[in-house]
């Protein structure tokens, strides 16, 4: 026995579990201590066990795949079967555990954070539906796993609500993410509110809505800035929080860079090779929100009036907490091709990029110009 034991601690160390695996969580209400073994990676036990509500979106997949890779058990709650299933191979097996859950459910909830020593919030919805309105997401439903998971002792929350998030803002969506954040510290006071901007990928709403429909992006003539951030910065930093000291407070995640979506049109419009820039109509706000209320006729989500005013609202100015995060966000130039690739014909497929001239830089020039010409 004592052989078999010195053998397998020479032939896999990293398997052999020592005192120093002991992790105890910091401000952790009494739960069970954290216990990791393994080598490292997909195989490993990182010992946390984790929910991540909000696990089929964008954002979701990210996050399941960094934590589930370093051998996390995730909690991944679902509404549709077939909208968890690409999340099954993230982790090794058994690793990924989908749950039903209804937001409106605090049993639901309840089964689904009893295990777990961390509990992420990425539920949020950009319009509304016959059944769940802003409301009843950003607050009802944030509050409630707030409160479920204080209920059930769970040490951390994790709520992922909007840069731009302001009571009193003239969008419902941002008024809804202000008042939710507001309920979640209330029920669960030493939660971290994570604060991103819009966010860039493979999936997003930003870069692929203006391949498809640039008319909508030059609504207040396209000068609406814009703090874009790479969704897997965000991740990364949610991710990371895991093996962090506890940090109760809001931590804003903005881009690298201020934009403007007129910038953002051109350098889609450089990187697909297509000048559908130039002929896109600019449409007036009052016209805009007509279609978009008129659009809501339908029972598929198309643009809606709120969407239109967000599209006039420059995004927030406050500083990033990048640096105290250790995490240098991407600038979208770097990234652009990889994600609008396939919008590009088969003829420009590989034709090499030459991205627009960024607007700070312009108005720099302009800056330095007149005052050469007033000298
Ligand atoms: N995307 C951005 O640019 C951006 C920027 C800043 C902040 N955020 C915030 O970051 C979070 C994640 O964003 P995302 O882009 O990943 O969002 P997303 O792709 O729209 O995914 C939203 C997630 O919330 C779930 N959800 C929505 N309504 C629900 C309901 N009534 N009941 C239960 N689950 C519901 C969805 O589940 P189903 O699959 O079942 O619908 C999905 O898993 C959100 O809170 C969002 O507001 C996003």
Redesign the pocket.
């Known amino acids: 026995m004592i052989l078999l034991r010195v053998q397998r601690s020479l032939v896999a160390p990293g398997t052999k579990r020592a005192y120093h695996d002991l992790i105890t969580l910091p401000a952790n209400t009494g739960s069970k201590p954290i216990v990791s073994h393994g080598p490292p990676g997909y195989s490993a036990v990182s010992g946390h066990t984790v929910t991540v509500?909000?696990?089929?979106?964008?954002?979701?997949?990210y996050l399941v795949s960094k934590i589930a890779k370093m051998g996390t058990q995730v909690i991944v709650?679902?509404?549709?079967e077939d909208?968890?299933r690409h999340l099954k191979p993230m982790g090794d097996l058994g690793q990924i555990v989908p749950m039903e859950?209804?937001?409106?459910s605090d049993a639901q909830i309840a089964e689904c954070v009893r295990h777990s020593d961390i509990v992420y919030?990425?539920?949020?919805?950009?319009y509304e539906?016959k059944?769940?309105d802003f409301q009843?997401?950003?607050v009802a439903?944030a509050e409630k796993i707030a409160a479920v998971s204080a209920q059930c002792g769970v040490p951390r929350l994790v709520h992922?609500?909007?840069?731009?998030a302001s009571a009193s803002s003239p969008s419902k969506?941002y008024q809804t993410?202000a008042l939710g954040e507001e309920r979640v510290k209330a029920a669960f006071p030493t939660a971290t509110i994570?604060?991103?901007?819009?966010?860039?990928g493979f999936?997003?709403?930003?870069l692929n809505n203006i391949a498809m429909s640039p008319w909508w992006w030059k609504l207040n003539r396209g000068q609406t800035q814009i703090r874009?951030?790479h969704?897997l910065d965000?991740a990364q930093v949610l991710a990371d929080l895991m093996a962090t000291p506890q940090m109760s407070r809001t931590l804003s995640l903005p881009g690298p860079s201020t934009l403007t979506y007129e910038y953002l049109l051109d350098l889609v419009s450089a990187v697909t090779i297509r000048s559908f820039h130039s002929y896109a109509p600019e449409v007036p706000r009052g016209i805009a929100t007509a279609i978009a209320k008129v659009a809501q006729s339908v029972w598929w989500p198309l643009m809606s009036p709120d969407e239109v005013t967000r599209r006039y609202l420059n995004d927030s100015d406050v500083p990033g907490d990048w640096a105290e995060l250790g995490i240098t966000p991407t600038e979208i130039e770097a990234l652009a091709l990889m994600y609008l690739r396939r919008y590009r014909s088969t003829d420009t497929y590989t034709d090499p990029v030459a991205f627009p001239t960024r607007p700070s830089l312009v108005s720099i020039l302009s800056l330095v110009l007149s005052a050469q010409q007033s000298a």
């Open positions: 509500f909000g696990c089929t979106g964008f954002l979701g997949r709650p679902y509404r549709d909208e968890a859950w209804d937001i409106r919030n990425l539920v949020g919805r950009d539906t059944n769940f009843s997401v950003h439903g992922v609500s909007h840069l731009n969506f993410k994570i604060r991103p901007g819009a966010m860039y999936e997003d709403k930003l874009p951030v969704v965000v």
